[in-house]
């Protein structure tokens, strides 16, 4: 008989705070139907305390869905605990997360304490906890770094105050794997009453080993692992969902999870897009090449026999490996089918209007990948914000000064303006701070490509600051010039207010367009 590993994900908390990786409510609910369809025992819906919208996010995840337990995230502070039971009132299985500092560095230096008060407050948060919902998990954070004799002291205590599960995080992502296993195996063979709850793993993968450690932890005793899809999250990123899923698959640990294998490429396409956050193409089990035999040794092998070259069956994680690429030759058919095996759901009007754009791209690239199809439905969705870019124009070369003229439509009325700039990103940027009446300020700005070539899709991240609030911008396109224009105009439809008070009508053209 097999044990069950509860896999905790924190995609939408820990994967959510990476920075550009936000996601509006209606995003999180579709996140969270995802992974209650690929399995999940338990889905972190966010840190209710931390904003309105992440309350806002746990309230409409708890009614959207029906079998995972959700979770919600705070600090052993009381008003955190009643603000998280207020967001899971909703939920039909709700769980909430408390915990606090417990390595030297975090008694001493983040929360100027002592080891005494600390397990005072940790006992007191359980116990707070305890009177909102049943389901209480405790994280101690930074166990990674913690003492492991005062580390079991407190494991023991909140036990005893009514913690249901005690998560073991390895904060900084600083063990190794047989420590962490050691930890854990410590934890299970000193503490008393450890088999009242469950321990979990919760690593962080700063030096590249979060699945180790999480599988040592596993084998040690634990019996959650709190992961993120792709391994977003903090830093380096959390545990992946799909490497620990798939190792407890491959091998024989007597250790099963229910998670869906099937559903877990197209659980990760659909995160990558949404979160804009594409995968490596070497990232086990999810990346491009992940399952692509390039030389000829390893073809010929794999031809002779598909396990001489492979541990996974690509089709058990939901890879159809025959259908990869599509062209400008593919039909509305091929690209629907795509769509659908990537994860996303297009009524006729969008669907429509992706084959469209999938036609311009795939004239304009010989061949168009999963990553170009997401970034193309990311598109699509962006047809409902409020300002858009309807035109753009830009002259440059070596000696010309640069000159762009941006068109927006900002909810139905066209506006216009040409601006002069040091390079044409430049000018794109001021023609649009022309027409938008907002002192912003441009704080990073980052061009990546996705594959190479010259014919690549360029993907630009931007962080812009208005009124002391950071906003995330996200475009892609062939054109880089119209990728960084897409990626501000992204970050400002996050902050406009209604009304056309945003437009600047002293250096603005209104504009009739038939
Ligand atoms: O990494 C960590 O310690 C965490 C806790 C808040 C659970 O994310
Ligand atoms: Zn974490």
Redesign the pocket.
């Known amino acids: 008989m097999s044990d069950k590993l509860y896999i905790f994900d924190t995609t939408l908390r ?1 994967g959510e705070q990476v920075p550009g990786c936000q996601l509006n409510t209606v995003e999180k609910i579709e996140v969270a139907k995802a992974l209650e369809i690929l399995g999940v025992d338990i889905i972190e819906a966010g840190f209710p305390v931390s904003s309105p919208g992440d309350f806002n996010s746990v309230v409409e995840i708890s009614k959207a869905v029906i079998w995972p337990t959700i979770c919600a ?1 705070t600090r052993a502070v009381e008003k955190d605990i009643e603000i998280a039971a207020d967001a899971l009132k909703y939920a039909k299985k709700g769980r909430i ?1 408390t ?1 606090i500092g417990t390595s030297h560095y975090h008694i001493h230096y983040k929360l100027n304490s002592n080891p005494e008060a600390i397990l005072e407050r940790a006992v007191a948060a359980v116990k707070y906890a305890k009177r909102f919902v049943e389901d209480v998990e405790f ?1 101690a ?2 166990a990674g770094r913690s003492d492991n004799v005062y580390l079991a002291k407190v494991v023991e205590a909140v036990i005893k105050a009514g913690a249901t599960v005690v ?1 073991i ?1 390895d ?1 900084t992502g600083y063990c190794l794997p047989h420590q962490y296993g050691e930890k854990i195996k410590f934890l299970m063979e000193n503490v008393k009453g450890v088999h009242n709850a469950i321990l979990s793993t ?1 690593c ?1 993968n700063d030096l590249g080993m979060a699945t180790a450690n999480t599988i040592a932890g596993v084998m040690n005793g634990a019996r959650q692992a709190e992961v993120t899809i792709n391994g977003i999250g ?1 830093r380096a990123g959390n545990t992946s969902l799909e490497e620990v899923v798939m190792t407890l698959k491959s091998h024989d640990l007597k250790i099963d999870t229910s998670v869906n294998t099937k559903k877990i490429y197209k659980t990760s396409r659909m995160i990558a897009s949404l979160m804009n956050m594409p995968v490596q193409a070497n990232k086990a089990i999810v990346g491009r090449n992940a399952f692509a035999h390039s030389s000829g040794i390893h073809q010929d092998g794999v031809l002779k026999h598909r396990e001489n070259y492979e541990i996974i069956d690509p089709k058990d994680v939901g890879i159809d490996e025959s259908s990869i690429v599509l062209t400008a030759r593919s039909g509305r058919a091929a690209l629907k089918n795509r769509l659908e095996l990537l994860g996303f759901k297009l009524n006729k009007e969008k669907l429509d209007k992706a084959y469209e754009e999938f036609l311009k791209l795939a004239d304009k690239k010989k061949e168009i990948n999963d990553d170009d199809v997401a970034l193309l439905v990311g598109d699509i969705r962006k047809e409902d914000r409020r300002i858009k870019l309807d035109f753009l124009q830009v002259v440059s070369g070596k000696s010309l000064t640069p000159m762009a003229t941006v068109r927006l439509n900002i909810a139905g009325e066209v506006f216009c303006a040409t601006m002069a700039g040091n390079g044409p990103v430049d000018a794109t940027i001021k023609a649009i701070k022309a027409i938008i009446h907002r002192k912003t300020v441009l704080h990073e700005f980052l061009i990546q490509a996705i594959t190479r070539g010259s014919d690549d899709i360029g993907k630009v991240h931007m962080q812009v600051v208005f009124e002391d609030k950071v906003y995330y911008g996200f475009g892609a396109h062939t054109d880089i010039v119209t990728a960084s224009a897409e990626a501000f105009i992204d970050a400002i439809n996050k902050m406009s207010p209604a009304g056309n008070s945003l437009v600047n009508s002293e250096q603005v053209q209104m504009v009739n367009v038939e």
Do not use: A, I
Request: hydrophobic fraction near 10%; charged fraction near 30%.
């Open positions: 820990d995230l997360h915990g994280y954070e930074d998560n995080p904060t919760h962080h903090e």
